[in-house]
C-alpha cells in the first residue's frame, strides 16, 4: 500500500492546488505566480540531484571509473525527449501569447493545460522509477527515500495546480470545469508511475539510466520554460528566492528521509 500512496501524494498535491478556484476570487498576481513557479523549480531541480542522479552514479559504481556513463546517458535522453514533446506537442504556456509546438485548433484552454501536463509526465516518470527502483529490494532505494521524492513533487505540483485552475477561471471558464482541467493536467503522474512500475521487472539493468532520465526530463522543463516564466517581468529575485526555498526544502526532504 505504501506504494500507491506514494504515486497518489503527487497527484493530491495537484488536485489541492486545483481546488483553489472554489476558495481564490482573484487571478494569481504576476508576483505570486512567479515566487511559485520559481519554488516549483527550486523543488525539481534539488529532486533531480539527490533522488535521481545521485543514486544513478551510486548503482553504476562498480564500473569504477565509468560509472557516470549510465547517469550521462540517460541525462541526455531525457532531454532530447522532452525536446521532441516539445516540437511534437502544441501547448500554451502561461502569460505568453504564441502557441508552441506545430500548428492546432485546439482552443486556449485545452493548450494551457497540456503545457502544465508536458511539467508533469517527467515528474510522474520520476516517482514511478523510484518505487519501482524500491519494490527491487536490491536498488538501495528506500522507503523513505521514495516518500521524500513523492513528497516533494507534491509540494511544487500544489502551486502549479492553482497556477492551472486560476487562469482558466480568468479566461471565463465555470469554476468546477478550472478545476477538473487542473486535475486533468495532474493525471498524468500516477498514470505514468504506475506503467513504470508494471515495467520493473525489465528495468533492472537499466534503472541508473532511467533515474537519470527522469532527472534530465525534469531539468528540461525548469530550464526551458519555469526559469524563463519566474524570471520575467519586474521583480525577478522572488523568482530567485522561492528557487532556493524549494531546492532547500526538496534538499531537506531526501537527506532527512532517504
Known amino acids: 500500500?505504501?506504494?500507491?500512496?506514494?504515486?497518489?501524494?503527487p497527484f493530491l498535491g495537484t488536485s489541492l492546488g486545483a481546488a483553489c478556484v472554489f476558495f481564490m476570487k482573484h487571478s494569481l498576481s504576476d508576483r505570486v505566480q512567479r515566487s511559485l513557479t520559481g519554488f516549483a523549480s527550486g523543488v525539481m531541480v534539488a529532486a533531480s540531484i539527490w533522488s535521481l542522479l545521485i543514486p544513478a552514479l551510486e548503482q553504476s559504481a562498480?564500473?569504477?571509473?565509468?560509472?557516470?556513463?549510465?547517469?550521462?546517458?540517460?541525462?541526455?535522453i531525457g532531454i532530447l525527449f522532452l525536446l521532441l514533446l516539445d516540437r511534437t506537442i502544441p501547448h500554451l504556456h502561461q502569460n505568453s501569447e504564441a502557441a508552441e509546438g506545430p500548428?492546432?485548433?485546439?482552443?486556449?484552454?485545452?493548450?494551457?493545460?497540456?503545457?502544465?501536463?508536458?511539467?508533469?509526465?517527467?515528474?510522474?516518470?520520476?516517482?514511478?522509477v523510484v518505487y519501482a527502483g524500491y519494490r527491487l529490494g536490491n536498488s538501495g532505494i528506500t522507503a523513505a527515500g521514495a516518500l521524500a521524492?513523492?513528497?516533494?513533487?507534491?509540494?511544487?505540483?500544489?502551486?502549479e495546480g492553482a497556477i492551472i485552475s486560476m487562469p482558466l477561471r480568468a479566461e471565463g471558464i465555470k469554476k468546477s470545469k478550472a478545476f477538473a482541467g487542473g486535475v486533468l493536467s495532474g493525471i498524468v503522474e500516477p498514470i505514468g508511475a504506475v506503467l513504470t512500475i508494471l515495467a520493473s521487472g525489465f528495468i533492472v539493468p537499466v534503472l541508473p539510466y532511467l533515474l537519470s532520465f527522469a532527472a534530465g526530463a525534469m531539468l528540461y522543463v525548469v530550464v526551458e520554460e519555469l526559469i524563463p516564466e519566474m524570471s520575467q517581468g519586474e521583480h525577478s529575485n522572488l523568482g530567485t528566492i522561492f528557487f532556493a526555498v524549494g531546492f532547500s526544502i526538496m534538499m531537506i526532504l531526501d537527506v532527512a528521509l532517504g
Request: without cysteine; negative net charge; glycine residues 12%.
Open 103 to 128: 500548428g492546432s485548433n485546439l482552443q486556449r484552454t485545452t493548450m494551457m493545460i497540456l503545457a502544465v501536463t508536458l511539467h508533469n509526465i517527467p515528474e510522474g516518470m520520476a516517482v514511478g
Open 1 to 9: 500500500m505504501e506504494t500507491v500512496y506514494g504515486i497518489l501524494i
Open 149 to 159: 521524492l513523492s513528497l516533494g513533487i507534491a509540494i511544487q505540483n500544489f502551486p
Open 62 to 76: 562498480a564500473m569504477g571509473t565509468w560509472q557516470f556513463i549510465p547517469a550521462a546517458a540517460g541525462f541526455w
